[in-house]
C-alpha cells in the first residue's frame, strides 16, 4: 500500500469490495450524506481513485481466500458422482453429471414465459439440448451400453 489510510478510507474500500458501489460505500463508510446524490456519487469517484491500491489488494486477497475454479468445482463434482453410484444412487449421480456438463456449457436451461387470459406468469425450464437426456442414459447404463453409442456427435 503506496500510503496509509485513515480509518474511514479504509472502511471505504472494505465497504467498496462488499458492494461494488462506490455510493454505497462512500455512506457505509460513514461519510456525509447530507449532499446530493451527485456529489456522493462524485466524492465517492474521487475517494475511490485514491484508495484503488488498497481496493487491489483487497481483492486479491478476496479471491486468494475464495479460489474456486471450474476445475475446482469440476473435480468436486466428480468425485460426488463416485461416491453416488458407490452407494447406489443413480439420481445423485445423474445430478452430479448434469451439474458438470451445465458448469461447462454443455447442458443450458431456458425459460419460457407464458401469458394466459389473465395475464398471469407461466415459468417453465426445459433443458435447450437432448444431450441431457442422453447423458442420462449413459450415466444409469454404464459407459460401454447402447446410450454411449447413440451420443450426439
Do not use: C
Amino acid at each position: 500500500m503506496a500510503s496509509k489510510l485513515t480509518p474511514k478510507q479504509e472502511a471505504f474500500a472494505k465497504a467498496y469490495i462488499e458492494t461494488g458501489n462506490a455510493s454505497e460505500a462512500y455512506r457505509r463508510a460513514g461519510y456525509s450524506t447530507k449532499q446530493s446524490a451527485k456529489a456522493i456519487n462524485e466524492n465517492a469517484s474521487k475517494l475511490l481513485t485514491k484508495v484503488q491500491p488498497r481496493v487491489k489488494e483487497l481483492q486479491a486477497a478476496h479471491q486468494k481466500r475464495h479460489e474456486v475454479t471450474v476445475d475446482s468445482l469440476t473435480l468436486m463434482l466428480m468425485e460426488d458422482r463416485v461416491l453416488a453410484r458407490q452407494e447406489g444412487e443413480a439420481n445423485a449421480a445423474i445430478n452430479a453429471v448434469l451439474a458438470i456438463a451445465k458448469l461447462h456449457g454443455l447442458v443450458v436451461d431456458k425459460k419460457n414465459v407464458a401469458l394466459d387470459a389473465n395475464h398471469k406468469h407461466h415459468h417453465t425450464a426445459e433443458p435447450i439440448s437432448e444431450s441431457a437426456h442422453w447423458l442420462a442414459k449413459l450415466l444409469g447404463a454404464g459407459a460401454d451400453s447402447e446410450a454411449a453409442q447413440s451420443l450426439p456427435h
